[in-house]
């Protein structure tokens, strides 16, 4: 036999098998490794809408990453840890149900890309291999080498190189000198090799009359190529048409080409299993299967097998294949498929994951910038674009408070606001936990809290409707209140249900009467020419009523505190009438309710701080307003005159005022020209005061 083809000595199976023995190369099953890679990152705890659970820092990474979806990450990482551990789960795929536009494919993409990235360290590199020298052998034609058609491991090869497990084992243990437990762990990864691999192996074997030697100079170790657009390792499989799509998409088919030189025709080699999407990712791979419950019902029933047998199956051969098979559907499509019940089997075999919109409007945040892009945005006729600094604080409103059901504890924007882990006046984050779970009985899901509602993907038309428009091209800005017309038209033209349209039309009134107050505290700030002036005079009021009772009050009312967030020692008068005038804007008019509410506030302080020393009960929008009406009365004697000064410059007094307004938004709000003026009109209207 010395006329066999010549393998590198560090691609021989014996070389490879030492590897694994040494720790530098690994063999685990894909369910295995998505486990180690989530696990081995830092993980933290988390509270979300009042549950403590966890945040896999590993989906926080990267320009555009995860954002939320803590439930469904932390129903995955359970998922894919129980199937590692042996689990019921290893013989069920992963889908995840939702509304369209909430992330679910952004999801699966994301963990393949997590996924290649991991695999490309050398240590976790997944490895198959070739078998060399069939024109020696003789019935293959011209074919000399063939690959592992499902990218079987090496160690697979190495417990079946023969026929009798106990050589095997034997083999292991003499040959590479793997321990008895060490070969227990081995083999509970076992499986038989495939079909052709088997059958091709058996040639060989009885080519070079069962001499081990010399069939191992046959094997050559390969690694799986990593390339996304092969579809290796990580593989997506769109639905498709009724006609087009058929079961050798994913399993395969027989090759004319094989035919051709395969002289046996009961070699299973014949069949082109690359040919189909599974083969593809069968060695420790991620099969991502888009819309599954949109494919035929032929197509369905394949998965069923593919899902229980992990086995790709044709004319009676089976080719066992290691695989985490991650789906998705939208709600719709899942109720059409659960309504034939013939189809109960396969939902049997799938762990559902109800994925809910984001319901966080500070995480929101961080999807609408997503929405409206990184990179710098130009007008139709490429000139600079400017963008509103509220622009994203209107749009994520907006968005959010139509995902919030309807709840006769909490009002819209309580929900809101504990929803995003605020303080919502006098209601607790438990009240929203038993809205929660109240919704979250209902059979129906749509009912269930954060499934309905307008998707990133409306919120994407509605910026592009923005950017379109004639004002936002005209004005070179993005303005702010214009994301409301354009929400509202994504609402007429999008929306078919009448009662979600209502809803989402009153909701979108809730979020400018929230827009309105927060252009309410940037006039302030704008007229006392300095962008954290309302946040000063809200800690002001917060440090009074603690002062007020200290026992180092003398008579000339000025304390001394330490400063939490600098701690320096700062000195401060407290002004009573400011104190009673906050309060009595926040319609607190006996002393009774005063004295309530401000235990409530410094018990919120003594909570806060301990967690979040920068904490400046900006959140609490009914203490902000009130100060703000306050100041704005104090210092302009009333509001309504700093309102008509702004809306009627005839005399320079009022133009002064207006210019020096507009000079500290341009050069200290990041306003420009077109949206300070803008944001001024509206403020000088009457329009969303509630």
Known sequence: MADLKEIKPNRTLEYHLNAVKEGERSFENAFQAVSRMILEDEIEKVVVKGITTYNYKIFNRGAKHIIGMYDEINSFVSFVKDAAEGGSSKEMAYVL?????????????????????????????????????????????????????????????????????????????????????????????????????????????????????????????????????????????????????????????????????????????????????????????????????????????????????????????????????????????????????????????????????????????????????????????????????????????????????????LTPIETMKLAAGEIAGEKSIKALAEVIDTLNQDPEITNRFGQKGLGQRNLGRAIQLMLESSETNEGKCMFAYNVFKAVERIILDYVSEANDRAKYLEDLKTAKGLYRERIMTEMFNAYMDEPHAIKKDVMNYVNMIIGIDAENLGPDKMWKYKDPQTGELKAMKIDERYIKSVEEQLGLKTEEQRSTFRTTIRKIYGQKLSVDPEYDFMDNLELVKAVTDVRLKSDISGAGSLIGALANRTNEENQKLYDRMIDTMLTKLNYCKTCAQKTIEYFCTQEDEK
């Open 97 to 409: 149900v939702g509304e369209p536009g909430n992330g679910k494919t952004f999801f699966v993409e994301f963990l393949c890309s997590l996924y290649r990235k991991f695999l490309s360290n050398d240590k976790n590199r997944k490895y198959s291999f070739k078998l060399h020298n069939l024109d020696k052998v003789g019935g293959y034609g011209r074919i000399p080498t063939i690959e592992s058609q499902t990218y079987e491991d090496p160690m697979i090869l190495a417990m079946n190189l023969y026929e009798d497990p106990d050589k095997n084992r034997n083999f292991l243990s003499e040959k590479i000198g793997f321990s008895d437990s060490e070969i227990e762990k081995l083999y509970e990864n076992y499986r038989p090799l495939g079909a052709c691999t088997g059958y091709i192996w058996n040639d060989i074997q009885v080519y070079m009359d069962g001499n081990m030697d010399d069939m191992l100079k046959c094997i050559e170790i390969v690694p799986v190529p990593l390339i996304e657009s092969l579809g290796t390792i990580t593989g997506k499989y769109p639905a498709k048409d009724k006609i087009t799509s058929s079961s050798v998409d994913l399993l395969g088919e027989e090759s004319i080409q094989r035919l051709l030189h395969i002289t046996d025709t009961s070699n299973p080699y014949r069949f082109d299993l690359k040919r189909g999407a599974l083969a593809r990712v069968a060695g420790g791979g991620i099969h991502f299967s888009d819309e599954i419950f949109k494919n035929k019902r032929d197509l369905v029933q394949v998965y069923l097998g593919v899902i229980q047998n992990r086995n790709i199956e044709i004319d009676g051969f089976k080719w066992p294949i290691d695989t985490l098979i991650v789906a998705t559907s939208n709600n719709s499509e899942f109720n059409r498929f659960l309504a034939e019940k013939e189809e109960a089997p396969i939902v049997d075999r799938c762990r559902i994951s109800h994925v809910s919109h984001n319901t966080d409007y500070k995480l929101q945040e961080k999807l609408t910038s997503y929405a409206i892009g990184s990179e710098t945005k130009t007008t139709l006729d490429n000139e600079k674009l400017h963008q509103d600094p509220n622009l994203n604080y209107a749009a994520s409103l907006a968005a959010v408070l139509t995902r919030l059901p309807r709840s006769e504890k």
